[in-house]
């Protein structure tokens, strides 16, 4: 497999520091909102990269973080009327459901700041020590001129380093730096009502970038495989997690830097700042979860995605017709008999053209537009293959492989409509399904449609195919 590596600027071969074993580490969510679409594309974009690496045989270790100390989940927890820990405890609910909506799996372990504020403190003492960081008025900031190489991943000059690198602080801030460049490590408690833990510098908290890159430590070590996020982050947070890293440790902090694009809005990157966000909760409410995950794995993951209804009207037709496809091999399987016929094997042994095209496609530094297209190839085979009917067995391998290649995109993992189970289907529309088959036979159509109408309107559509009448729930 090639990844785009963006500290090299170039596609690399992707050869894991131990064979069969992969550590990750995904920048996780501030969570004092409900997320929006924008911040979905890289929970599903690097879902989708360790489900791929599962399926290639690797054990990974994907850690996500949670930030539930931060300046925003203050003032939410102000707004609301709440402390800042039920913030982040309600915030965090609610991503996992959201996720699980999207169908994104749950990390290997999901650390928390406040969870690892012990680690952080001793992380920097460490810089203290090792003369990268200096204590100044109850602050410790990094010096980053120390550190060669600062820089290197974002491309940046030293003049728009200077104008970035630190978080938004105030002129007394500046104040307390030997150098503009330098950035916060721990911040003093401005205020006796804020939340503050103990150090030696005084009460406060940590800067956002030093808790990645203690929890990476934490729970990867000193070097790691891939390091993932938006592509907003790659200046000043990456950039500040290897200047930390890499002084503390000696060691390189990750082989390779994994970033996707922008979700925009007319051609403006979607942020909750601009208010040109749609939250996912809110798309919920008109889109199932796969359909907004197939928007997001319909492109390439460095390439912009343009948000509009047009995307979302093809996302959910896209998956209509995938959802279609396994609603008919249900049904096959629950109405066909016998074993492959030698023709259908031979047809079936085609179907591994498309498992490569899959497969090259995600190899192709996670492709998944590509993947996605060899899938809906697949599916087009499968039609073809089954338009006439087919023994239960070849049935049964046809959906084994659309399953197994919808699986690592995360698609079709959830049953939403698709094929009633006889059992499932209430008396009164089963009465119905009777009558229109009735109808049907007395050739009295008027009255067959009529029924077909009024179960649409129910959200059922009847499917007259060669082993019967298909029930599918809309």
Known sequence: ??????????????????????????????????????????????????????????????????????????????????????????????????????????????????????????????????????????????????????????????????????????????????????????????????????????????????????????????????????EDLQFPHHENEIAQSEAHSGKQFANYWMHNGYINVNGEKMSKSLGNFKTVRDLLGKYDGEVLRFLILNGHYRSPIDFNPEILQQSENSMKRM????????????????????????????FDSYREMFCRAMDDDLNTADAIAAVFQLITAINTATASGCSKEFAEKSMDILMELAGVLGLLQQDIGGEADAEEIEPEIKALIDERQEARKAKNFARADEIRDMLKEKGITLKDTPQGVQVIRN
Request: charged fraction near 30%.
């Open 323 to 350: 959802r279609n496809a396994k609603s008919n091999l249900r049904h096959l399987i629950s109405t066909c008999e016998g074993s492959m016929t030698a023709e259908e094997a031979e047809t079936l042994k085609g």
């Open 1 to 230: 497999m090639k990844i785009y590596n963006t500290l090299t600027r170039k596609k690399e071969e992707f050869v894991p520091m131990e064979e069969g074993k992969v550590k990750m580490y995904v920048c996780g969510p501030t969570v004092y909102n409900y997320f929006h679409i924008g911040n979905a594309r890289p929970f599903v974009v690097f879902d989708t990269m360790r489900r791929y690496l599962e399926y290639r045989g690797n054990k990974v270790k994907f850690v996500q973080n949670f930030t539930d100390v931060d300046d925003k989940i203050i003032n939410r927890a102000k707004e609301e009327g709440i402390t800042p820990s039920e913030v982040s405890e309600k915030y965090i609910a609610e991503y996992y459901k959201d996720a699980a909506a999207l169908n994104v799996k749950k990390a290997t372990v999901h650390p928390k700041v406040t969870e690892t504020m012990d680690d952080i403190i001793k992380f920097v003492s460490d810089l203290i020590d090792l003369g990268y960081a200096y204590e100044s008025g109850g602050d410790v900031y990094y010096r980053t001129r120390k550190f060669e190489g600062y820089g290197k991943l974002s491309g940046k000059n030293i003049d728009e380093l200077i104008s970035g690198a630190s978080e938004r602080v105030s002129a007394s801030d500046d104040e307390k730096k030997e150098d503009p460049l330098d950035f916060a490590l721990w911040k003093a408690r401005k205020d006796p009502s804020e939340i503050a833990w103990e150090s030696p510098w005084g009460m406060g908290r940590p800067g956002w970038h030093i808790e990645c890159s203690t929890m990476s430590k934490k729970y990867l070590g000193d070097t790691i495989d891939i390091h993932a996020g938006g």
